[in-house]
């Protein structure tokens, strides 16, 4: 009377549970078969919305300065010769960098600027957040992981960071060996003649700069963002995979299903 084959019956969803009060089978390669502490739960998640706040607060905290030296220093307006940047100013200079480009082309640049340093590691912190407290059934947990990937991939505050260390640490070294011999001459004549009008500093350009406050702050809430957020997404991914159904060989996962179910 019951003659129907369970696979023509819709799959059971499963229960709500959220990752943090899951019961793992196993934590970073150690059995374990029941919930984490709750300092550990709470930890974790407010972590990740520190690390959020600090990151929304320092984008307008400076972030680094640049000097630039020599007769070319002098030559320019003070407000030109030394200048600070936070990554929200850093990004309205961009449409203002060069008065010959394309003004489209230079806001499309700026919108993809602060997309990937600000909105989608903030985005991500978000993501990171519902995954590890949202009470949420197998499928809608497995979707949440995928997008919570996606934002990690495109969020760059990590590498701006990294970027603005190294460039600002090479950036005299490298405009030295843009000019390369041809300011030797200047160099020369200032020397000998007009030291005292730019103060000893018998360079025709140089520049110098200086990380601030606000670098090592994005530095360290970044690094504490990506601690939780690799913490979040190991324990959800072995939450999925202690609730995947067994395949025909023993053994599943839902991490392998579509993104999008029919």
Excluded: M
């Excluded at 590498?159 to 200047?186: A, K, P």
């Excluded at 020369?188 to 005292?196: A, G």
């Excluded at 990380?211 to 190991?234: D, E, M, N, P, Y």
């Excluded at 999925?240 to 299903?257: C, F, I, K, V």
């Amino acid at each position: 009377a019951c003659d129907i084959s369970y696979g023509k019956l819709p799959a059971p969803r499963g229960r709500r549970r959220a990752v943090c009060r899951h019961a793992f089978s196993s934590l970073f390669g150690r059995p374990r078969g029941r919930p984490l502490p709750g300092w550990l739960q709470l930890g974790i998640a407010l972590l990740l919305v520190l690390s959020g706040v600090t990151i929304a607060f320092a984008a307008v905290v400076e972030t680094f300065a640049l000097d630039i030296h020599g007769a070319v220093g002098k030559l320019l307006p003070p407000a030109s010769q030394n200048q600070t940047f936070s990554i929200i100013t850093l990004g309205d200079a961009i449409v203002t960098a060069n008065p010959y480009a394309n003004k489209a082309a230079l806001g499309g640049l700026q919108a993809v600027f602060f997309t990937l340093t600000l909105a989608l590691p903030l985005v991500w912190a978000a993501l990171l957040l519902l995954l590890w407290l949202a009470p949420l059934r197998p499928q809608q947990t497995r979707r949440l992981y995928r997008w919570c990937e996606v934002a990690q991939a495109w969020a760059c505050l990590d590498v701006f960071i990294l970027t603005t260390i190294v460039s600002l640490i090479e950036l005299d070294q490298f405009s030295r060996f843009i000019l390369g011999d041809e300011c030797d001459g200047i160099n020369k004549i200032l020397d000998e003649y007009f030291s005292d009008l730019v103060d000893g500093d018998t360079v025709c350009f140089g520049t110098r700069s200086t990380l601030l406050r606000g670098c090592w702050i994005l530095f360290t809430a970044s690094l504490f963002q990506h601690a939780a957020g690799w913490f979040v997404i190991h324990a959800a991914t072995v939450a999925l995979d202690d609730e995947a159904p067994p395949a025909a060989d023993g053994h599943g996962s839902t991490l392998d299903a579509p993104l999008l179910d029919p």
